[in-house]
């Protein structure tokens, strides 16, 4: 149980395109969902919170109108990196909660984005 | 705003060793939650063991066992007879939402088990 889905897994675009990530919970229905950033050797940096119906929380540094984020159902959240730059290549993951415990998050697997 | 501290960028062990991974933490709240992840290759973060701050006793997942100082503000995790796929990338995350906030992640352990 409590699995989180994300597609694509990897996308290549070119720069000052736009790029959608989807991001399911497949097998519960998820109170709030995250997105996180990974760049090649660190950790993984919050981006954003999400709630079914309600506008994103985003955190300090982080642009609201380029990484738009869509929460249209407690099973589906979206990222939209918009006009896109070689410094949004990163590794960008979801993770979903409200599951059986509910502090607990559930990742997904996770999309390489490469902006050439 | 907390923060998750680990001080062990690498290590490596033998197989079959224990091994001890650190990480402190720092926080005003009294009630929240601390976890270790591995991430190897694949990327897929993958969950080890969670420890409630209100439970006294250390959480214990097979080979695996914390020692939380709550006093300390300490969270290590202890990985016994260590096996070639526990090399990979080792987490320790904290949240104090209950679910409604996001992990704040340490920078990693970068683990590497020795055949």
């Known amino acids: 149980g409590a699995v989180v889905s994300q597609h694509p897994s990897r996308v290549i675009c070119k720069s000052g395109t736009s790029v959608k990530i989807e991001c399911r919970s497949l097998?519960?229905?998820?109170?709030?969902m995250f997105w996180y950033r990974q760049f090649p050797k660190q950790s993984l940096m919050l981006m954003a919170t999400?709630?079914?119906?309600?506008?994103?929380?985003?955190e300090q540094g982080v642009e609201k109108d380029k990484f738009l984020i869509n929460h249209a159902s407690l099973t589906l959240s979206t990222l939209t990196v918009t006009s896109a730059h070689p410094e949004d290549s990163s590794f960008y993951i979801c993770?979903?909660?409200?599951?059986?415990?509910?502090?607990?998050?559930?990742f997904g697997p996770g999309t390489r984005l490469t902006v050439t | 705003a907390q923060t998750v501290t680990q001080s062990q960028p690498e290590m490596s062990v033998q197989e079959a060793e224990t091994v001890t991974l650190s990480c402190t933490y720092d926080?005003?709240?009294?009630?929240?939650?601390l976890f270790w992840y591995k991430q190897p290759p694949s990327r897929q973060m993958i969950l080890v063991i969670r420890?409630?701050?209100?439970?006294?006793q250390n959480a214990t997942e097979n080979r695996f066992s914390v020692n939380f100082q709550k006093a300390a503000k300490s969270f290590s995790l202890k990985i016994s007879d260590s096996q070639l796929g526990d090399t990979a990338m080792y987490f320790c995350?904290?949240?104090?939402?209950?679910?409604?906030?996001?992990?704040?992640f340490g920078k990693g352990t970068h683990l590497i088990i020795q055949p």
């Open positions: 420890q409630e701050a209100y439970k006294q």
């Open positions: 097998d519960f229905q998820a109170t709030t």
């Open positions: 995350a904290f949240t104090s939402g209950g679910g409604a906030d996001g992990l704040t």
């Open positions: 993770s979903a909660s409200g599951g059986s415990l509910n502090y607990e998050q559930y």
């Open positions: 926080t005003s709240e009294n009630n929240y939650y």
């Open positions: 999400s709630n079914e119906g309600s506008k994103a929380t985003y």
